[in-house]
């Protein structure tokens, strides 16, 4: 009934009757007993109540709801109920969204944002902060008492003081400010309130590490494995500092393989009911930043007694696995070690020595072990190509060279070499082996999970590689191996970085659980994390798991199997948010200084391909530097129809087509870092006539530093290779002679 309908049911006439009862109507929808409908009628919530939080989208058109027990419920922006992002909602399902059940918001249970960051800023007598996340799609009133000396376009940490209501906007305090919006001393606490990172560990914690030893005692290696007297090596990237594996190869008589996987030992140190655990458990996981980490445990730790230095006595879990010339495992055994690690290798030392490069000279005295690491690679991986699984997906990771400031200098692709992927491989394989033995022991067990990709994902991806001519056949139920052949098919192809990009977005995300249902991705039938526990929390987890299992001889009794049941179901759930909430700050802050560098670069004009396009513009990204913006169509010079069936804009005069996969010129000419978007457009004829111009005076400035070097040193150039060096140049993107861009040019020349 609707509020009238009531009044004339209960025969109230008089207002204050009228007024108590629409008191007890507010409570017992706070209290989700019933809930108000869009048409304003009242109605019983009637049981169906799910609890989870509630996600936002960027567009703010549609929020989610990730309840306790998994499920994933849509819920339209206005059935929200005044509920913000991440918010600890009850909400009711009342229909169907797509493949998705539809919910609506009846009760807000717990605010889930307590601080954000914004940009301060005043309109008249009023202060306000606006947010730098889209999801939070308020704007924040700031009394003049709480303003805290923030001036205009300062970036500032706010406390949220009141929530939006019906009758009342939302306001905040300030509690600090951070600076201006551009100073990249920003970047890090934007992302750290954002994402309510804990940088700081507890005293308590503090305390308890303090009370560690600093080295290996002789107590503690009594009773394990010695390999101290092995070659084992680890290898890693030149920054690197925890070191969680290492490894050694070596042939059997046989014929076969040994590997040895020796992973750090936390589980050792890091005791469960300790603040240490405890501070372990709410990280969950590392994070890595680009000039940073945010490490899951103190230093002590990750650095120094857990990490696998060189030369040093550590205490390890081994797992020792004899592997066929087919790459499968036919022997294993797995227990306590102790290691003294006998080389720490880096991997663009590994991969120059394997590429016969000057530089890899270095390693000569470990030429046996190192090739023998490729060869079992080599063996892995074409086992792992056999049974259908993704290989070639290299994904868009870049180093972004920051200055002594903070500000992005440069932005430099990380290409995979061999040294990479043997280790990637060797992990996998440890991985897959440590999984199959609960698999097949049926003990409650922590897995890395990747579901099937539902076939209304993959059908978009298959629309998108029509638009770009590329055929896909799609089979009602999708093996890996298909779209592994689609990515060796797509090789060499110019938006191959985009292909790749859509073919993970298709796919479902990997997530923890106690079910074991496969990793699809990987092709493998049992899968976990055990080669990391410095850094993942699950990869703990498994060590402490391996121990009872050793201990119990596999044997364990029913009360405690249910024990681990519950709290590996709490502990999937919890891990796997932490690990996401880790990948959106580490995206946020590389979107930040990826808005940083192009910010010095407004008004250049780079060459670009166009990775999607929609009826507002087409989105483009400056290749190599997975640098991506909008040229919103408003900008181009026609009236533009939008084909959504082929993903085309075509003009209505001109007779212009934009479609996926166009290789284009396009001009910065906007970075906001606030919004975190970037925006490009098409250059004018007369734009592109002055680069042109630039580019052959560059040309024929540099022929004449040729033609002198060459009189100089009394030798001939040829035309083709000034040619080349013109190319070369075009490629390393110097534009014109402006005081910027010749020091890009010398460094160019550098």
């Known amino acids: 009934m609707t509020f009238k309908e009531l009044c004339r049911y209960?025969?109230?006439?008089?207002?204050?009757?009228?007024?108590?009862?629409?008191?007890?109507?507010?409570?017992?929808?706070?209290?989700?007993?019933?809930?108000?409908?869009?048409?304003?009628?009242?109605?019983?919530?009637?049981?169906?109540?799910?609890?989870?939080?509630?996600?936002?989208?960027?567009?703010?058109?549609?929020?989610?709801?990730?309840?306790?027990?998994?499920?994933?419920?849509?819920?339209?922006?206005?059935?929200?109920?005044?509920?913000?992002?991440?918010?600890?909602?009850?909400?009711?399902?009342?229909?169907k969204w797509y493949e998705l059940p539809e919910g609506r918001v009846v009760r807000i249970l717990e605010r889930g944002i307590k601080q954000f960051v914004g940009v301060f800023q005043t309109r008249g007598q009023f202060s306000f902060v606006i947010p730098d996340d889209p999801k939070l799609p308020y704007e924040f009133a700031v009394p003049v008492e709480e303003i805290n000396g923030a001036k205009p376009g300062m970036k500032v940490v706010a406390e949220i003081t009141r929530y939006p209501s019906v009758k009342r906007s939302p306001e905040a305090k300030i509690i600090e400010v951070l600076g201006r919006v551009e100073d990249p001393a920003t970047d890090f606490p934007t992302v750290v309130v954002k994402h309510n990172l804990p940088v700081q560990f507890p005293e308590e914690v503090l305390k308890e590490v303090a009370e560690l030893p600093d080295n290996v005692r002789s107590e503690d290696i009594e009773g394990r494995w010695d390999f101290r007297d092995e070659i084992i090596v680890t290898i890693d990237g030149p920054d690197a500092k925890d070191f969680d594996d290492a490894v050694q190869v070596k042939r059997l008589p046989n014929g076969n393989y040994l590997l040895g996987v020796h992973i750090a030992d936390v589980s050792h140190y890091v005791k469960p009911g300790t603040a240490l655990?405890?501070?372990?458990?709410?990280?969950?996981?590392?994070?890595?930043?680009?000039?940073?980490?945010?490490?899951?445990?103190?230093?002590?730790?990750?650095?120094?007694?857990c990490s696998l230095v060189q030369g040093e006595d550590r205490l390890v879990m081994s797992l020792l696995m004899e592997i066929d010339r087919d790459g499968d495992v036919v022997n294993y055994k797995v227990g306590n070690g102790v290691i003294r690690s006998y080389r720490r290798l880096v991997y663009d030392d590994v991969n120059a020595f394997l590429e016969g490069k000057?530089?890899?000279?270095?390693?000569?005295?470990?030429?046996?072990?190192?090739?023998?690491?490729?060869?079992?690679?080599?063996?892995?991986?074409?086992?792992?190509?056999?049974?259908?699984?993704?290989l070639d997906i290299e994904g868009d990771e870049v180093k972004i060279v920051l200055d002594e400031q903070g500000h992005a200098v440069d932005i430099v692709p990380r290409k995979r070499g061999e040294s990479e992927v043997i280790i990637e491989e060797f992990m996998i394989k440890a991985n897959e082996t440590v999984a199959e033995i609960f698999h097949n022991a049926e003990i409650p067990f922590l897995y890395r999970i990747h579901e099937e990709p539902d076939f209304e994902t993959l059908l978009q991806l298959?629309?998108?590689?029509?638009?770009?001519?590329?055929?896909?056949?799609?089979?009602?139920?999708?093996?890996?191996?298909?779209?592994?052949?689609?990515?060796?098919?797509?090789?060499d192809h110019p938006l191959r970085s985009s292909i790749q990009r859509l073919l993970v977005r298709s796919m479902k995300r990997a997530v923890y659980s106690p079910s074991n249902v496969g990793h699809f991705g990987l092709a493998s039938e049992a899968y976990t994390h055990f080669t990391s526990p410095i850094r993942r929390y699950p990869d703990l987890i498994?060590?402490?798991?391996?121990?009872?299992?050793?201990?119990?001889?596999?044997?364990?009794?029913?009360?405690?199997?249910?024990?681990?049941?519950?709290?590996?179901?709490?502990?999937?759930?919890?891990?796997?948010?932490?690990?996401?909430?880790?990948?959106?700050?580490?995206?946020?802050?590389?979107?930040?200084?990826?808005?940083?560098?192009?910010?010095?670069?407004?008004?250049?004009?780079?060459?670009?391909?166009?990775?999607?396009?929609?009826?507002?513009?087409?989105?483009?990204?400056?290749?190599?530097?997975?640098?991506?913006?909008?040229?919103?169509?408003?900008?181009l010079d026609d009236y533009y129809y939008y084909d959504d069936i082929k993903s085309m804009l075509i003009g209505k005069y001109t007779g212009t087509v934009y479609r996926i996969g166009d290789m284009l010129k396009a001009k910065v000419v906007r970075a906001d870092k606030i919004r975190m978007e970037i925006n490009f457009e098409i250059p004018t004829d007369e734009e592109l006539r002055m680069l042109e111009s630039n580019v052959k005076s560059n040309r024929g400035?540099?022929?004449?530093?040729?033609?002198?070097?060459?009189?100089?040193?009394?030798?001939?150039?040829?035309?083709?290779?000034?040619?080349?060096?013109?190319?070369?140049?075009?490629?390393?993107?110097?534009?014109?002679?402006?005081?910027?861009?010749?020091?890009?040019?010398?460094?160019?020349?550098?």
Not at 466 to 471: F, T
């Open 701 to 750: 400035k540099k022929s004449e530093q040729i033609e002198k070097k060459g009189k100089k040193n009394k030798k001939k150039v040829k035309t083709e290779d000034i040619e080349q060096t013109y190319e070369v140049k075009e490629k390393s993107g110097v534009k014109n002679g402006s005081g910027k861009d010749k020091r890009r040019s010398r460094k160019t020349k550098k």
């Open 10 to 95: 209960f025969g109230l006439s008089d207002d204050k009757e009228k007024q108590l009862l629409k008191k007890q109507l507010e409570e017992l929808v706070e209290h989700g007993f019933i809930f108000k409908r869009d048409d304003g009628r009242y109605a019983l919530t009637k049981g169906n109540l799910f609890t989870g939080v509630i996600e936002f989208t960027r567009s703010g058109n549609l929020t989610f709801v990730l309840t306790d027990d998994g499920q994933e419920i849509a819920v339209p922006i206005e059935k929200t109920n005044l509920a913000m992002h991440k918010d600890r909602v009850q909400v009711q399902i009342v229909g």
């Open 358 to 390: 000057p530089e890899g000279d270095k390693l000569k005295d470990l030429a046996e072990h190192i090739y023998l690491m490729k060869e079992l690679k080599d063996v892995l991986r074409e086992n792992r190509r056999r049974r259908g699984a993704i």
């Open 462 to 491: 298959k629309n998108y590689l029509s638009a770009i001519g590329i055929k896909m056949k799609l089979p009602q139920r999708v093996h890996p191996k298909v779209l592994q052949e689609l990515l060796e098919k797509t090789k």
């Open 542 to 635: 498994v060590h402490r798991l391996l121990k009872l299992y050793l201990e119990k001889n596999g044997v364990i009794e029913k009360k405690e199997m249910k024990k681990l049941e519950k709290y590996l179901a709490k502990a999937a759930v919890h891990c796997s948010k932490r690990e996401r909430v880790a990948d959106e700050a580490e995206w946020d802050y590389d979107a930040l200084k990826k808005i940083d560098y192009i910010s010095n670069h407004i008004g250049e004009i780079y060459d670009v391909v166009v990775t999607s396009v929609t009826k507002f513009g087409m989105f483009v990204e400056i290749p190599d530097k997975y640098i991506s913006g909008l040229i919103h169509v408003s900008t």
């Open 277 to 305: 655990d405890q501070e372990a458990y709410n990280r969950a996981t590392s994070v890595y930043l680009a000039d940073r980490v945010i490490p899951m445990l103190p230093f002590k730790l990750s650095n120094g007694l």
